[in-house]
């Protein structure tokens, strides 16, 4: 065991490094983005490469260190991402970054990982290369993920704007924000667009992720109940809800969720899971009944997930799901 904690140390910042060097931004001239005045840190923007799950399963805590707990449970950590169980990490599951993609890039000349060889034969204008989805110096356009991500949410009314301002200054602060942004809007977008009138969350933390809910709810004349076993963030939650004008559509629900959402009885427009991951399959087991026919699940980290949710959502005729590069599983239960 003692090998494989050191192998999986040495991998980890092995990885690191080269992921480091390889990830800096390449300078180019570009605008000053909109800043939200007095605006708490957001996440960072163009040229952002996000943490791979290979290294997020490691650092436990998220505090971009290793402890030595950490590392001596590195292996386990590791193992929680062999979603096929096959005993052995493909860079898929690894989520690594860089590297040139199984069927290679687009361009680049002969050989399998380029632009397959003209036919025998006088020379054929082949035209342009097709564009990769992510781009980067001398391979085209592409696409930056950060690009996609165009400025600020506008409020369209007073309520909104009081919960974009409560989100701006969180009790709690950044480190218990636990999506992005993008995905804030994503769980925003997608509750709205179903017209949710009862969503459920697991994994409460300070609120940030209900904020966006609550938001939607506000448009739909729906209300949340949000799962979280820890005192204080449910103190935090609570003071973020009350400052953002949303309390009264939000019900936080203490103590351990997997009891607790045993007492849930009515339909379920949508539910969000994020909370302990090795949990999901339970979660799933018990409030796929409730999720109405229509009714989304979200399930969060997917890419971090172990093989028993990820089969359930994936071998089950009446679910439908997709998987999102933020790191979304979508799971529709089909009408």
């Known amino acids: 065991m003692r090998y494989w904690t050191l192998a999986a140390a040495g991998l980890a910042a092995s990885v690191w490094l080269a992921y480091s060097t390889l990830a800096q931004p390449q300078p180019e001239p570009r605008g000053e983005p909109p800043v939200r005045p007095n605006a708490s840190p957001g996440y960072p923007g163009p040229g952002f490469v996000p943490i791979p799950p290979f290294l997020r399963a490691l650092d436990a805590n998220g505090d971009g260190e290793l402890s030595a707990a950490e590392i001596d449970n590195a292996p386990k950590a590791l193992r929680s991402l062999d979603r096929n169980g096959d005993g052995r990490l493909t860079r898929e599951e690894m989520g690594i970054p860089f590297g040139p993609p199984r069927d290679g890039f687009p361009g680049g000349g002969p050989g399998p990982m380029g632009r397959p060889e003209p036919p025998a034969g006088p020379p054929q204008d082949m035209g342009a290369p097709p564009r990769g989805m992510f781009g980067g110096p001398g391979r085209g356009p592409g696409r930056d993920f950060g690009s996609t991500y165009v400025g600020e949410p506008l409020a369209k009314n007073d309520a909104e704007k009081k919960i974009l301002d409560t989100m701006a200054n969180m009790v709690g602060g950044r480190n218990l924000q636990n999506v992005p942004p993008s995905d804030g809007r994503l769980l925003r977008l997608l509750t709205e667009a179903i017209g949710a009138k009862n969503v459920v969350e697991i994994g409460t933390s300070n609120g940030y992720s209900a904020l966006w809910i609550s938001m939607a709810l506000k448009s739909t004349g729906g209300k949340l109940t949000t799962f979280e076993i820890d005192p204080e963030r449910i103190r935090m939650a609570r003071e973020n809800f009350r400052r953002a004008g949303v309390d ?55 890419d971090m997930l172990g093989q028993d949710y990820v089969r359930a959502v994936t071998t089950n005729p009446n679910l439908e799901t997709i998987y999102l590069p933020s790191s979304f599983g979508v799971t529709l239960k089909k009408r």
């Open 248 to 302: 009264q559509i939000v019900t936080v629900v203490e103590g351990d969720a997997h009891e607790q959402v045993t007492k849930l009885k009515d339909p379920i427009d949508l539910l969000f899971i994020d909370a302990d991951k090795e949990g999901y399959a339970d979660y799933l087991k018990k409030l796929l009944p409730l999720v109405r026919p229509g009714g989304l699940i979200l399930a969060h980290n997917f």
